[in-house]
């Protein structure tokens, strides 16, 4: 069951070297989770006294006015009898103290690194182990006393200040409460009890302990608040008696010190029947005893918490990305990754494992084919601009057998308002890649470490189509440009012939173009330019999808490529000047990542009995 203490004890130690002070709203928190003992009394309650009767050694600072300024975990642990008792700070991992003086001294040092010379305070603990035969199992967290007032040297704030620190000690439900009152005042304006009051109002987690008995006016005593009848705890009342000051001051022993407490208790008449359990001893023992009860009950619970955290913080470090190459040869792999990664993403999409690739069949099935459908081929084909072409290309000599300049004059104007629908294909395709690229672009977690490298990345992609669209808009249109400079013979073979309308010389030139003969040509050539239409309807997405689509697959970041073949280490790094956010979180995240597993470890360590 002791390993259960050291257990705690060595995550406590873990999370204040990894800055988990319980303070962290940004990052999750172990130390919350981690069940504690805060002692918390107002200024001369003999807050210090108790902890130096528990741990059997003058060791704490003292003073008038604010003497701790930051809260002390300390560790208590059981050694071997006849081994030497010693100290250890955790900010000073490989020195053992053995002389408390220099324990004292160190505490004041380091707190005063900590706040400066000031009487400030601060919300990062101290931690201090002890190891001695004469100690049990037990963590303490010693919280700055209460105030009421400021001294000279403090600031205004200082009352509110230390009564905030310590309620988000105690407030939280893992937190046994240690209230330290004096017997000599009222119990009714006992900073301790007040404050626990609040934030444990059933006194679940309270434990009183009423010290100065012994300097209580003659014809008084505290037999009913120890019995618990004046003020009730769940838990029973232990009074203590301290030192005095003049036993402070004669450096009287602490085993002595106990011993003449143990005999105040069995020799005053008003406390025998309560004397085997009261004196810092039994209070040592009753919290070491608590602690590793409620410790047992929560270890599930902070397993549980511990296992599903390590997945989140590994879950957001992965997200976050490795940190920066320090090589230039790293830094070229670690840009040409994170392209790889983005290119592929893009594919993706164009493939149809991501949305959006199907925008561009959209185009080809759905908006070419309406757009060639609103061409206005009948006001082209109206009749009065069939007889001014007709007649514009037979110039001073009419045609003999069929108007064959005026067929390819009205063929060509026709099939030439099909760039329109082309060219717009072209443009919709280019804006649907630059779209699948933006959302390429946001989809590559890896991009968004390197602000600049992101940037880079997408203009590269975005003139590569840019130079991928002037191509394909060139191939498309030759296409129907192909389509006005040859026309299909075969075709026109295939009417059927109209021996009077077409070009008997017997009539007169006039009658070549009355109506009905010149309604025959328009109706050739529209069923002609819907014949072309057709065809390019099934040509154009075939050009576009060569020219744009294929090579934004196969080339994407080509150039890009080549360009950073010639960059310096320079150039290189500044791709890859990541976003001083993203690397303090990823900092933070390690730490706290290392003091989960860490934890992890431990607890995986310990065989505990349930």
Request: proline share 4%; hydrophobic share 40%.
């Amino acid at each position: 069951m002791e390993n259960l203490i050291s257990l705690v004890n060595k995550i406590q130690r873990a999370c204040t070297a990894l800055g988990d002070h319980g303070d962290s709203g940004a990052l999750p928190t172990l130390w919350d989770s981690l069940p504690a003992i805060a002692v918390v009394g107002g200024q001369s309650s003999g807050k210090s006294s108790v902890l130096e009767s528990i741990v059997g050694k003058d060791f704490l600072p003292r003073g008038s006015g604010i003497v701790t300024r930051r809260p002390l975990v300390l560790q208590l642990q059981k050694i071997d009898e006849g081994t030497r008792e010693y100290a250890e700070f955790l900010h000073l991992p490989r020195k053992r103290f053995t002389d408390f003086a220099a324990v004292r001294k160190e505490i004041q040092d380091e707190t005063d690194r900590e706040t400066g010379r000031s009487k400030a305070i601060s919300s990062v603990p101290i931690h201090l182990s002890i190891y001695s035969p004469n100690v049990v199992n037990l963590t303490l967290v010693d919280l700055p006393g209460l105030t009421k007032v400021a001294v000279e040297g403090q600031s205004e704030n200082i009352v509110k200040d230390i009564e905030n620190m310590v309620r988000s000690y105690i407030e939280k439900p893992n937190c046994i409460i240690l209230a330290i009152s004096p017997a000599n005042q009222d119990l009714a304006t006992s900073d301790a009890i007040k404050i626990s009051r609040e934030v444990d109002p059933s006194g679940e987690r309270t434990f009183g302990v009423l010290t100065k008995i012994d300097l209580m006016d003659k014809g008084t005593d505290a037999v009913e608040i120890l019995e618990g009848k004046s003020f009730k705890l769940k838990y029973p009342w232990v009074g203590v008696v301290n030192r005095s000051q003049a036993d402070i001051n004669k450096n009287v022993d602490m085993i002595a010190a106990r011993r003449r407490e143990r005999e105040y208790f069995s020799n005053t008449t008003e406390y025998r029947h309560l004397a085997h359990k009261m004196g810092s001893e039994h209070l040592a023992k009753m919290l070491s005893k608590h602690l590793e009860h409620v410790i047992k009950s929560r270890i599930p619970g902070i397993q549980s918490l511990i296992n599903k955290t390590v997945l989140e913080l590994e879950s957001e470090l992965s997200r976050l990305g490795k940190p920066i190459a320090a090589d230039a040869g790293g830094k070229l792999y670690s840009i040409m990754e994170i392209c790889r990664l983005f290119d592929q993403i893009f594919k993706e999409h164009l493939d149809g494992v991501r949305a959006g690739g199907e925008k561009v069949y959209n185009v080809f099935d759905n908006q070419l084919p309406a757009a060639l459908k609103r061409l206005q081929f009948d006001k082209q084909l109206a009749m009065d601009n069939i007889r001014k072409l007709v007649t514009e290309a037979d110039g001073y000599q009419p045609h003999l057998i069929a108007p064959e300049q005026g067929y390819r004059r009205l063929i060509e104007s026709s099939i030439v308002s099909i760039r329109g629908p082309a060219e717009a294909s072209v443009d919709t395709v280019h804006a649907i890649l630059k779209d699948l690229v933006h959302k390429s672009v946001n989809e590559t977690v890896e991009l968004k470490q390197y602000p600049a490298l992101r940037v880079e990345v997408t203009n590269a992609a975005i003139e590569s189509l840019d130079k991928m669209r002037e191509g394909s808009k060139k191939a498309t249109l030759q296409l129907v440009d192909m389509e006005c400079s040859y026309l299909t013979v075969d075709f026109f073979r295939k009417l059927p012939q109209d021996v009077e309308k077409g070009g008997n010389p017997t009539h007169s030139i006039f009658d070549r173009y009355n109506d009905s003969y010149l309604r025959r040509i328009g109706s050739n050539v529209l069923s002609y330019v819907n014949m072309v239409c057709a065809g390019l309807r099934n040509s154009i997405p075939k050009s576009i999808v060569y020219c744009q689509v294929r090579e934004a697959k196969r080339s994407l970041l080509d150039h890009f490529f080549a360009e950073l073949g010639t960059m310096d280490m320079k150039r290189l790094s500044s791709l890859l000047n990541e976003d001083p956010a993203i690397m303090e979180r990823r900092s933070a995240i390690s730490k706290r990542l290392e003091l989960y597993r860490a934890a992890q470890s431990e607890i995986d360590a310990v065989a505990w009995s349930k």
